[in-house]
């Protein structure tokens, strides 16, 4: 290492990953909101559990903190269950707008 990079002591600093915010991949989170909206019971348990441990798993790869990959999957299944209300009301807008109940 040069004198130069030595003297601003870059090999003492502290190195950390910062991932991108999963909760932020709006396809991600739309694919798992409407996969879970055409399962239902022990599948979509077992689809929903699949889809976390394998974010945990990708986070766990790129060398992120327990606390970091619990806070990033808590985020994500935040922002799947925030897609899913989001979809139910434009349905139910759609449907109030065209006359039909979700009753009817």
């Given at each position: 290492?040069?004198?130069?990079?030595?003297?601003?002591?870059?090999?003492?600093?502290?190195?950390r990953v910062v991932p991108f915010p999963l909760s932020g991949q709006a396809s991600t989170i739309r694919r798992c909101a409407r996969e879970l909206e055409n399962?239902?019971?022990?599948e979509a348990l077992q689809y929903w559990k699949t889809e976390c441990r394998a974010l945990a798993e990708r986070l766990?790869?790129?060398?992120?903190?327990?606390?970091?990959?619990?806070?990033q999957v808590m985020a994500f299944q935040t922002?799947?269950?925030?897609?899913?209300?989001?979809?139910?009301?434009?349905?139910?807008a759609a449907e109030a707008h065209s006359g039909y109940g979700l009753n009817q």
């Open positions: 290492m040069s004198a130069a990079l030595m003297d601003v002591r870059f090999s003492e600093m502290e190195e399962v239902h019971g022990n766990s790869n790129l060398g992120c903190s327990e606390d970091a990959i619990r806070n922002e799947v269950q925030v897609e899913m209300m989001r979809r139910y009301s434009d349905r139910l």
